[in-house]
């Protein structure tokens, strides 16, 4: 069965350091998204690609950057890790419709101390 | 700009009791509509969409939804709350700027709570 798939599921890390979260998807979508979760907040959009070679920053991208070389992954990296980027990470994919069904990962959860 | 807003961050009911999770959203076009459910430690699953068919969408696990244009409201209910419906619920617009499968627009979710 096709899936998307999030590494780590847990990480803690020290402030200042750079963080790679990982996110593959066998769905062969175009469309890959990162969001993080905060109580309160619900989900923000970080960045969000429409296919191989092509990125763009949502609405809290600051501290953030992705790259896409494939269709299936896209990875998400946390330049200097703060305090305020702790969170849950979740990943997530679509197809090219915009009725479409927006498929998630199970999460990463980041702590950075 | 298209936005969501949920209201009620916790909702609690008994078991058997109507479930009703509100939804109001903010769209300058025609919106395509959702509901996730997360349940603890688990991403996001659809439970229901709207995608200007019918107004009245039925969902998964006796979940449904009305579109209301001029309410502009996507309210969630489920006649008969069980325990197992206990979780967290997001409502969602999509954005249809760029008309290929954009980013959603999420609330910022209503915990559901059912007392036995």
């Known amino acids: 069965d096709a899936e998307i798939t999030q590494s780590p599921r847990h990480k803690i890390t020290e402030t200042g350091r750079q963080v790679t979260l990982a996110c593959h998807q066998t769905?062969?979508?175009?469309?890959m998204f990162w969001y993080r979760q905060d109580l309160g907040h619900g989900l923000r959009l970080i960045h969000y690609?429409?296919?191989?070679?092509?990125?763009n920053k949502g609405e809290v991208s600051d501290g953030y950057s992705v790259s896409r070389s494939n269709t299936e992954d896209l990875p998400l990296t946390l330049e200097s890790a703060a305090s305020s980027q702790t969170s849950v990470y979740f990943c997530a994919s679509r197809t090219s419709r915009n009725t479409g069904e927006l498929f998630f990962g199970e999460g990463s959860r980041l702590t950075v101390l | 700009a298209q936005s969501v807003t949920q209201l009620g961050s916790h909702v609690s009911v008994s078991e058997g009791a109507l479930v009703l999770l509100r939804c109001n959203y903010s769209?300058?076009?025609?919106?395509?509509l959702f509901w996730y459910v997360q349940y603890p430690n688990q991403g996001l699953q659809l439970l229901l969409k709207?995608?200007?068919?019918?107004?009245l969408v039925k969902g998964i696990n006796g979940f449904e939804a009305e579109f209301k244009k001029s309410e502009t409201s996507f309210h969630l209910t489920k006649p008969s709350a069980h325990m197992s419906d206990a979780a967290e619920y997001f409502c969602a617009v999509s954005d249809p700027v760029y008309n290929q499968g954009g980013k959603l627009i999420f609330g910022q979710g209503t915990e559901l709570s059912v007392k036995p």
């Open positions: 769209s300058s076009v025609p919106p395509y």
């Open positions: 709207y995608t200007s068919a019918a107004t």
């Open positions: 690609s429409y296919g191989v070679q092509d990125t």
């Open positions: 769905w062969n979508h175009n469309n």
